[in-house]
């Protein structure tokens, strides 16, 4: 879900459900925070 909505274009039915959840109920495992957070930096500055 979250790669999803972090696309340039996102899926609008992901967004939509991703909209609809109560914060305080969506979590990350600390396992994926690393993993999006190494993406984000194996991205050439300007697709950061």
């Known amino acids: 879900m979250l ?3 972090m696309k340039a274009t996102p ?3 992901v967004l939509a459900w ?4 109560a914060a305080e109920t969506l ?3 600390s396992v994926t925070l ?3 957070l190494f ?3 194996a991205l050439p500055t300007g697709k950061r």
């Open 27 to 29: 979590y990350l495992s």
């Open 3 to 5: 790669s999803e909505a």
């Open 39 to 41: 993406g984000v930096a």
């Open 18 to 21: 991703l909209n609809d959840q």
């Open 34 to 36: 690393a993993e999006l």
């Open 11 to 13: 899926d609008v039915a």
